[in-house]
Structure formats: structure tokens, C-alpha cells
């Protein structure tokens, strides 16, 4: 019999679930906005009766071996959402042991980012690896650190908060409250800010000034520097900047063979790469110098979240 295992994906937007199997192979996927759901409860009585219908309609060869769960705030230790400021359900939600009880699989639940490590380990670029991190570059920062083999928890399960750490203290507002999150320069979001300081700032020409400041995007921001653009150059390097002085920071604590980047900022690829790696080159203890590769991760932009939702199930 060939095992399965559901992954369910938790975003601000939308809710993907999907059956894997342990290679990594996508079977069946579904997404659904999430507004769809004013309660958590009303979330788990309806993909519980749709993980029963799917588990009918699948052949008798398969068996299903559990439920692993990415989520924003997600808390591996009590399987629980905690105060998750981008969803509607409010305070501590114990998402695993409600799938739990209802379909009588067990249920695993960590943050998003911890899932993509974990996706990343066992279906991706860091199988085998024992020591890595994997920074995730979307509307924020995410990331995960793997040591020994293991990935850090912490005493309270929420370990590897990448994205906020703090760059410059007397730097941008973070959504977190505090002042100069790594997160506030180097995500999607971040670099728009950052376009928007630069083309304020300076009279310099460029492509982006075609555009009203509302519409430009991480995208355009791309665009322009494959063009070479020099302010969009600029702002890429700027961004490198900070994601470089995060990363050499980190290597000295957990010491990574690699350091993996997963998405949208990811796929400008060389523009991001290149001048990341310099920066942190520059940056790192000399110890530590030229012995760390910084990679893109090979996990499918499109399946990420419930391949390592569902690597949960398998790690565990
Ligand atoms: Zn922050």
C-alpha cells in the first residue's frame, strides 16, 4: 500500500489542501479563500468532510498517514494558531488536535515557514543536509534553521524569526511594532518601500518613473533592473544589503553548509543571488568565509506550502 500524507496550507488569502505522497508527488489539490470560514470550527467540519469524501473516492492501494498543517503563528509543541495577525479567527486555535478528533488521523501543525524548512529537507535541494537555513521571501520573512539534523523549536516552539530581527533600530515600522525588522527591507513589501524611499529621494532617471507610486510592485521593480535600470540596480543592492548582514548574522550562530531562499524575491535569481552572497561574504567571521553556498530552493513555487505541510507527517 502506498502511504499518503494530507497537507493543508493555512495563508492570509487562501487554504490549499492536498494529498502527497512521501516522494513528493501531488495527488490531489484543492484551494478555497479562507474568508469562506468565519470560525476555525466551521474550517475543520468542512475539510474534514471533504479529506473523508476525497479518502472514498481515492483507490484501495493508498493509506493515509496523517495531517500535517502550515499555518502563520503555528506552534508545533501544542499544535496550535497563536494570535495570528493576518487570519480572522482570533487567539489561540488548537487547529491539530481539532483534525485530529474529527478525522481520527494525527494531526501536526508548525508555522509556515518551519513547514517549507521541512518540506525543503525532505522532498527538496537540503535532503541529507544536517545544517541549514531557509529563508522564505514573500510579502514577509520567514525562516527556518535546521542544526544537526534537527529543526529548532525553541523553548516555546515559535524558534527562527529571521524576518525580525532587527536590521536598523531607528529604521521602518514593522507590523510587529517594533522599529527596522530585516523583514521590512527584504520582502516583497519591503523592496516596494524601498523604491518608493529611493525614487523620492533622488532626482535619478528611471523606468519606474513611468509608473504611479501605488502600482509598483516587487515585479516591476524586477523588470526594470533586467533592464538594467540603475536606480532598480540600486535597489536590489540595497535590499541585498540588509538580506546579506541578516544572513552572516545568522551563520554565526548555527553555522549552515547552506542557506536556501524560497520565493517571490528568490526568482529574480542572479539580480538577488549575486550580490547577496557578496554581502554576506563581506559580512561573515572569517571562520565561517566562503564556506556557506546560498542556493534557491528547488521546492515548486505552486506546491511548496502543502509539500511541506505535508513533510510534517513524514518527519514526524
Ligand atoms: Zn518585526
Same mark, same amino acid.
Given at each position: 500500500?502506498?502511504?499518503?500524507?494530507?497537507? %493543508?496550507?493555512?495563508?492570509?488569502?487562501?487554504?490549499?489542501?492536498?494529498?502527497?505522497?512521501?516522494?513528493?508527488?501531488?495527488?490531489?489539490?484543492?484551494?478555497?479563500?479562507?474568508?469562506?470560514?468565519?470560525?476555525?470550527?466551521?474550517?475543520?467540519? !468542512?475539510?474534514?468532510?471533504?479529506?473523508?469524501?476525497?479518502?472514498?473516492? @481515492?483507490?484501495?492501494?493508498?493509506?493515509?498517514? =496523517?495531517?500535517?498543517?502550515?499555518?502563520?503563528?503555528?506552534?508545533? *509543541? +501544542? =499544535?496550535?494558531?497563536?494570535?495570528?495577525?493576518?487570519?480572522?479567527?482570533?487567539?489561540? %486555535?488548537?487547529?491539530?488536535?481539532?483534525?485530529?478528533?474529527?478525522?481520527?488521523?494525527?494531526?501536526?501543525?508548525?508555522?509556515? /515557514? +518551519?513547514?517549507?524548512?521541512?518540506?525543503?529537507?525532505?522532498?527538496?535541494?537540503?535532503?541529507?543536509?544536517? +545544517?541549514?537555513?531557509?529563508?522564505?521571501?514573500?510579502?514577509?520573512?520567514?525562516?527556518?534553521?535546521?542544526?544537526?539534523?534537527?529543526? %529548532?523549536? =525553541?523553548?516555546?516552539?515559535?524558534?527562527?524569526?529571521?524576518?525580525?530581527?532587527?536590521?536598523?533600530?531607528? =529604521?521602518?515600522? $514593522?507590523? $510587529?511594532?517594533? $522599529?527596522?525588522?530585516?523583514?521590512?527591507?527584504?520582502?516583497?513589501?519591503?523592496?516596494?518601500?524601498?523604491?518608493?524611499?529611493? @525614487?523620492?529621494?533622488?532626482?535619478?532617471?528611471?523606468?519606474?518613473?513611468?509608473?504611479?507610486?501605488?502600482?509598483?510592485?516587487?515585479?516591476?521593480?524586477?523588470?526594470?533592473?533586467?533592464?538594467?535600470?540603475?536606480?532598480? @540596480?540600486?535597489?536590489?543592492d540595497f535590499t541585498a544589503n540588509v538580506l546579506g548582514f541578516?544572513? /552572516? +548574522?545568522?551563520?554565526? #550562530?548555527?553555522?549552515?553548509?547552506?542557506?536556501?531562499?524560497?520565493?517571490?524575491?528568490?526568482?529574480?535569481?542572479?539580480? #538577488? !543571488?549575486?550580490p547577496t552572497?557578496?554581502y554576506?561574504?563581506? *559580512?561573515?567571521? #572569517?571562520?565561517?568565509?566562503?564556506?556557506?553556498?546560498?542556493?534557491?530552493?528547488?521546492?515548486?513555487?505552486?506546491?511548496?506550502?502543502?509539500?511541506?505541510?505535508?513533510? @510534517?507527517?513524514?518527519?514526524?
Amino acid at each position: 500500500m502506498e502511504k499518503l500524507a494530507i497537507g %493543508i496550507d493555512i495563508g492570509g488569502t487562501n487554504i490549499s489542501l492536498g494529498f502527497v505522497t512521501s516522494d513528493g508527488k501531488v495527488l490531489i489539490k484543492e484551494s478555497l479563500p479562507i474568508k469562506k470560514f468565519k470560525t476555525a470550527e466551521s474550517f475543520v467540519d !468542512f475539510a474534514s468532510e471533504k479529506i473523508e469524501k476525497l479518502v472514498d473516492e @481515492l483507490d484501495s492501494e493508498y493509506e493515509i498517514k =496523517g495531517i500535517g498543517i502550515g499555518a502563520p503563528n503555528g506552534n508545533f *509543541y +501544542n =499544535g496550535t494558531i497563536e494570535f495570528a495577525p493576518n487570519l480572522e479567527w482570533n487567539g489561540v %486555535i488548537p487547529l491539530a488536535s481539532m483534525f485530529q478528533n474529527k478525522t481520527g488521523y494525527k494531526s501536526f501543525l508548525t508555522n509556515d /515557514a +518551519n513547514a517549507a524548512t521541512i518540506g525543503e529537507m525532505v522532498y527538496g535541494n537540503a535532503k541529507g543536509l544536517k +545544517n541549514f537555513i531557509m529563508v522564505t521571501l514573500g510579502t514577509g520573512v520567514g525562516s527556518g534553521f535546521v542544526a544537526n539534523g534537527e529543526l %529548532i523549536l =525553541g523553548n516555546d516552539g515559535f524558534a527562527g524569526e529571521l524576518g525580525h530581527t532587527i536590521f536598523d533600530p531607528n =529604521g521602518r515600522q $514593522c507590523k $510587529c511594532g517594533r $522599529c527596522g525588522c530585516v523583514e521590512t527591507y527584504a520582502s516583497a513589501t519591503g523592496i516596494v518601500r524601498t523604491a518608493k524611499e529611493f @525614487l523620492n529621494n533622488s532626482n535619478e532617471s528611471s523606468i519606474l518613473r513611468d509608473y504611479s507610486e501605488d502600482s509598483i510592485t516587487s515585479k516591476l521593480i524586477f523588470e526594470a533592473a533586467k533592464q538594467n535600470d540603475k536606480l532598480a @540596480l540600486k535597489i536590489f543592492d540595497f535590499t541585498a544589503n540588509v538580506l546579506g548582514f541578516s544572513l /552572516a +548574522n545568522a551563520v554565526a #550562530i548555527t553555522s549552515p553548509e547552506a542557506i536556501f531562499l524560497f520565493g517571490g524575491l528568490a526568482h529574480a535569481g542572479d539580480l #538577488i !543571488f549575486k550580490p547577496t552572497k557578496k554581502y554576506m561574504e563581506e *559580512y561573515l567571521l #572569517i571562520i565561517f568565509k566562503n564556506k556557506v553556498e546560498l542556493k534557491a530552493s528547488s521546492l515548486p513555487e505552486n506546491n511548496a506550502a502543502i509539500l511541506g505541510a505535508a513533510a @510534517l507527517v513524514w518527519d514526524n
